[in-house]
């Protein structure tokens, strides 16, 4: 092949057909249609909205309970006394309006994202997503195991009920948005591939508990991710690939053309960036796509599909690089060259 060859980025993900492997994951930067449009011009292949919060629903089920009780007149009344949840989301309704005006604004995939951690209205919400014209729903099930009385099958098996739930109310597929903290990650995952997710997007972030000084208040900064975060999703993509017959999406840490040929390689159908993308504007999304494509040609790969899952686990000749025992080469090397000061 000549090297002048323009590789073929097309990849599938949730089924659906992508013109790249680059998607831009769930943050404010595809909270606006504005917004999704910028990031559809500077070549995402997808676009994942910013999740609708169980919080919001809750607040949206209160409205309707206030109605309910208040009857419709003293309706105004009842809601004046319903704590609104509006600072990142602004809820169910104007979502669902969101969902729909990209759904006709985009040529790409839209993805909507459902952020729960109850059975609550899911299913419902879920089936109204896909009414107002998401191609695919991501959930992002973000449930701490506080209660040290719950097992871990206790724990698990409320993402599985709520993916069956989910599931069962929708036609279009179902991606699961996790954390990496489970004890057996690959089995879960294998579980929820059994509970119909179509993919997996690996990972989620629980965001950093700090405690401030001068007031001594817990709080809970957002912060954005440097390259190093791709390691965790790199390990577990390529210990799943080919282990899960399910897409793969990585998420953390995907700043640059480079970034995400590694997670390729390791056998992510898709790489997602935010973080990229909150820094750098729409634009950094063209950057990566020209990298990505630079560093397939100079390697002379025709295709994403071509090195997709190369060096995952399945491939590799020395599986246990992917698991502890590299660890002690690892730990030596760095121990040779450290110098005492
Ligand atoms: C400001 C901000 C808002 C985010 N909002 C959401 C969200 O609504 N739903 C979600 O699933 N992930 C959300 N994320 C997580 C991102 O989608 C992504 O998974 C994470 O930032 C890791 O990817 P990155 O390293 O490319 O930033 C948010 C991240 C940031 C920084």
């Given at each position: 092949m000549s090297?002048?060859?323009?590789?073929?980025?097309?990849?599938?993900y949730?089924?659906?057909?992508?013109?790249?492997?680059?998607?831009?994951?769930?943050?404010?930067?595809?909270?606006?249609?504005?917004?999704?449009?910028?990031?559809?011009?500077?070549?995402?292949a997808?676009?994942v909205?910013?999740?609708?919060?169980?919080?919001?629903?809750?607040?949206?089920?209160?409205?309707v309970?206030?109605?309910?009780?208040?009857?419709?007149?003293?309706f105004g009344e009842?809601?004046?006394?319903?704590?609104?949840?509006?600072d990142y989301?602004?809820g169910p309704?104007?979502?669902?309006?969101?969902l729909?005006?990209a759904?006709?604004?985009l040529s790409?995939p839209?993805?909507?994202?459902?952020?729960g951690t109850?059975?609550?209205?899911?299913a419902?919400?879920a089936?109204?997503?896909?009414?107002?014209g998401?191609?695919a729903?991501?959930?992002?099930?973000y449930?701490?195991?506080?209660?040290?009385?719950?097992?871990?099958?206790?724990?698990e098996?409320?993402?599985?009920e709520?993916v069956?739930?989910v599931?069962?109310s929708v036609d279009?597929?179902?991606?699961v948005?996790l954390s990496?903290?489970?004890t057996?990650?690959?089995?879960?995952a294998r579980?929820?591939v059994?509970?119909g997710?179509?993919?997996?997007v690996?990972?989620?972030?629980f965001?950093r508990l700090?405690v401030?000084?001068?007031t001594l208040e817990?709080?809970l900064?957002?912060?954005?991710?440097?390259?190093?975060?791709?390691?965790?999703?790199?390990?577990?993509?390529?210990?799943?690939?080919?282990?899960v017959?399910?897409?793969?999406a990585v998420?953390?840490?995907?700043?640059?053309?480079?970034?995400?040929?590694k997670a390729l390689l390791?056998?992510?159908?898709?790489?997602?960036?935010?973080?990229?993308?909150?820094k750098?504007?729409?634009?950094a999304?063209?950057?990566?796509e020209a990298?990505l494509t630079?560093?397939?040609?100079?390697?002379e790969y025709?295709?994403?599909?071509?090195?997709r899952?190369?060096?995952?686990r399945?491939r590799?000749?020395d599986?246990?690089?992917?698991?502890?025992?590299?660890?002690?080469?690892s730990l030596?090397?760095?121990?040779?060259r450290?110098?005492?000061r």
């Open positions: 090297s002048s060859h323009v590789p073929d980025l097309r990849t599938r949730l089924g659906l057909e992508l013109r790249s492997p680059l998607v831009a994951s769930a943050s404010p930067a595809t909270g606006t249609v504005d917004g999704m449009v910028r990031l559809e011009a500077a070549g995402a997808a676009v909205l910013p999740s609708l919060f169980e919080e919001q629903l809750t607040h949206d089920q209160v409205e309970q206030a109605y309910l009780d208040a009857g419709s007149e003293s009842a809601l004046s006394f319903v704590p609104e949840v509006t989301n602004t309704e104007r979502y669902l309006g969101l729909g005006e759904r006709e604004r790409i839209v993805i909507a994202s459902l952020n109850t059975l609550g209205g899911w419902h919400y089936h109204l997503c896909e009414q107002a998401a191609d729903l991501e959930l992002n099930e449930l701490l195991a506080a209660d040290p009385s719950d097992s871990p099958d206790v724990v098996g409320r993402y599985l709520l069956e739930a599931v069962a279009i597929p179902v991606a948005k990496p903290y489970f057996s990650f690959g089995h879960l579980r929820l059994d509970a997710a179509s993919g997996l690996l990972f989620n972030r965001t700090d401030d000084l001068d817990l709080h900064p957002v912060d954005l991710s440097t390259p190093q975060a791709l390691g965790l999703p790199l390990r577990w993509t390529g210990m799943l690939f080919s282990s017959d399910a897409s793969l998420s953390g840490g995907v700043h640059s053309g480079l970034d995400a040929a390791v056998g992510a159908d898709v790489a997602m960036t935010t973080s990229a993308v909150l750098g504007g729409a634009a999304l063209t950057g990566i990298e630079e560093w397939l040609t100079e390697h025709e295709s994403v599909a071509q090195l899952g190369s060096v995952s399945a590799v000749p599986p246990s690089v992917y698991e502890r025992a590299n660890y002690v080469h030596t090397r760095y121990a040779s450290f110098q005492p």
